[in-house]
């Protein structure tokens, strides 16, 4: 039986994912030019230890009631078998080839020859030997995790994917920690969305002292205002305080919550790091917008130019456009309060606040009302300016 292929739905863009190491978690990394410094060397350690115990276990069922024949590449096999056990690679390939030369039908020597060729790095080898042992053994789920692994160190999701499915189809206790972050791992890679979200959720349920799968749900889920993700993040902050992206996904669910000051909260602290700006600066063009419109303008001018500062280039003009209008309609209270009191100090702040505003309006043009912002600029703005002017005149040269 061959392994069987999934109808995996590729979903058209890259599933988001920021890799992070966390406690009881596993980290993502690009395989090592080492031959045997495998990521997952502890998925592959295990697939062929137990893979050869299936195996022995299924050929002394099949040789039940037949006449004992003595097999030639035996003794060679089992010297092989020893090497691997010290993780000697190369100590095991000869005695391994000339045991499947000698033996071809034998899925536990094509199995082991397989592990030892992945040791070394040989992948599509190493692939050809674990789809020959499947072929030979087609109920040894172990074989399935082995091709899996395998094809997951070539970038090959798609097989990969199907492979460990394949592998969990045949016999659900091959599903352990490792296993789960395995395919999940290789989900999320291949950005087979759907897939990511059941394996995910397997994860949390089975281990739900591990923090991974949770920020995983979290991330996931974070678009569709589920509850199911707000459980996921609230957990994930739970199990990992510490974590600042954590921090970044709980500020995304609260702002679709219009918990505004929490949010923000959230936000502030995940901006600490500047690999999560991106979930930052959103939550504080929501907020500052909030607050425009409540007209808290001066709450609203902190937030926004704030938050300008953790936004990319292409995406400041909507907030200086927005911060433009916002300490636009500040200028007249303060230009008031500053002449009645014939403060310097206040006038040389609206003098300033003034020519911020001109610089983020124009700014803002890129998304904006040209029409509208010209007007406020050639209006509103140079009135002010003269009265502005007239103020600082009676103030003393700085």
Known sequence: MAARQLRLGLIGAALVWTAIALPGGASAQAPGAAPAAAQ????????????????????????????????????????????????????????????????????????????????????????NEYAAASRLQPTNPWYYVGLASVRAKQERWQPAAANYEAAAGLDSSVIDHRFVEAVSDCMQRGAFAEELLTWSRIGAARYPDDPVPWVRLATLLRQSDSAEGLTAIRHFRSLAPDQKLGAALYASYLLGLE??????????????????????????????????????????????????????????????????????????????????????????????????????????????????INQVLGGVLTQARTRINELLARCPKP
Not at 293 to 298: P, S
Not at 353 to 367: F, I, P, Q, T
């Open 40 to 127: 997952d060397s502890s998925l592959f350690d295990t697939a062929a230890m137990r893979a050869r115990l299936v195996a022995s276990r299924e050929e002394r069922q099949a040789a039940q009631g037949r006449a004992a024949r003595t097999d030639p590449a035996l003794t060679q096999y089992l010297a092989a078998v020893g090497q691997l056990g010290k993780r000697q690679f190369d100590s095991a390939l000869t005695p391994l080839q000339a045991a499947v030369a000698a033996n071809p039908n034998s899925a536990r020597y094509h199995g082991d020859l397989g592990y030892a060729l992945a040791g070394l790095g040989r992948w599509e080898e190493a692939a």
């Open 259 to 372: 918990q505004y000051d929490s949010s923000l909260a959230l936000a502030r602290e995940a901006a600490t790091d500047s690999t999560l700006w991106r979930y930052a600066w959103p939550v504080y063009f929501r907020v500052g917008a909030h607050l425009f419109q409540a007209r808290d303008l001066g709450q609203a001018s902190q937030v926004l130019a704030e938050g300008r500062a953790y936004a990319p280039a292409a995406r400041r003009a909507p907030f200086s456009l927005l911060l433009g209008y916002t300490n636009a309609q500040r200028l007249g209270p303060l230009y008031a309060d500053a002449a009645k009191k014939k403060d310097c100090a206040e006038a040389h702040a609206v003098d300033t606040l003034e020519m911020s505003v001109r610089h983020d309006l124009v700014e803002g043009k890129a998304v904006g009302d040209s029409t509208q």
